[in-house]
């Protein structure tokens, strides 16, 4: 069983919708990014969370530590945010970099 | 964009050949990560270099080694190339667990 896991693998919206993408962990954490991934293969960084909530424009993502979740929300989706949404955790004691990834969420929008 | 840069952005080797990926970091960032990506799934953390120094490493052979240079610039080495080592190959630099900055890729082919 993966330490980090995604769900939905896949997800079809259509422009305006409001998305949810999951991400559970195993492992205890001292912070947990989402990040997002272009077909070109870059990887953005979106948020990094260690409680609560934050809030970029049409992006809210939420952690709770206890319950070992995370959720990104995407409000009035857009066909420009299609692409894979990974989440990423640094478990306790792992040096910055040592981030444990989810295999993404793969995200179209459609016009 | 986010001030680190990767070369080369493609590279096809053979089987036991040795390759060299450079990454130039975000300026005044002092650690950098290296991850190996294979098509269809999340990230995995190859090492980590701070201060020219390995401070963390994943579960990757010896044949995969670093470099950090004194202008926090990094090479990542792969000897005896195996057709597994075929991915996209990220390189991301951060100064604290809070803000992350990933490279574009360089994906390689080994054949």
């Known amino acids: 069983k993966n330490e980090v896991e995604q769900s939905p693998q896949n997800l079809t919206a259509q422009e305006g919708e409001f998305i949810t993408i999951n991400c559970s962990y195993s492992v205890g954490i001292s912070a947990l990014h989402w990040l997002q991934q272009h077909p070109g293969g870059g990887i953005v960084s979106l948020f990094m969370?260690?409680?609560g909530k934050k809030k970029h424009g049409r992006l809210i993502a939420t952690i709770n530590i206890q319950e070992k979740h995370s959720s990104l929300h995407i409000t009035a989706s857009h066909p420009r945010d299609s692409a894979v949404y990974i989440c990423?955790?640094?478990?306790?004691?792992?040096?910055?970099?040592?981030?444990?990834f989810g295999k993404g969420t793969k995200l179209s929008v459609k016009p | 964009e986010t001030g680190v840069t990767q070369s080369p952005t493609h590279l096809i080797k053979t089987r036991g050949q040795q390759v060299t990926l450079r990454c130039s970091s975000q300026?005044?960032?002092?650690?950098v990560s290296w991850y190996q990506q294979a098509l269809g799934q999340g990230p995995q953390f190859i090492f980590q270099?701070?201060?020219?120094?390995?401070?963390g490493r994943g579960n990757f052979p010896p044949r995969f080694s670093g470099l950090q240079f004194p202008n926090y610039s990094s090479e990542l080495n792969v000897n005896a190339l195996e057709l597994d080592d075929s991915a996209l190959y990220l390189c991301?630099?951060?100064?604290?667990?809070?803000?992350?900055?990933f490279g574009e890729g360089s994906w390689l082919t080994v054949v």
């Open positions: 990423a955790v640094l478990s306790n004691g792992g040096s910055q970099g040592n981030l444990i």
């Open positions: 969370l260690s409680s």
């Open positions: 991301a630099s951060s100064l604290d667990r809070a803000t992350i900055y």
């Open positions: 270099y701070y201060r020219e120094e390995e401070n």
């Open positions: 300026s005044g960032h002092n650690t």
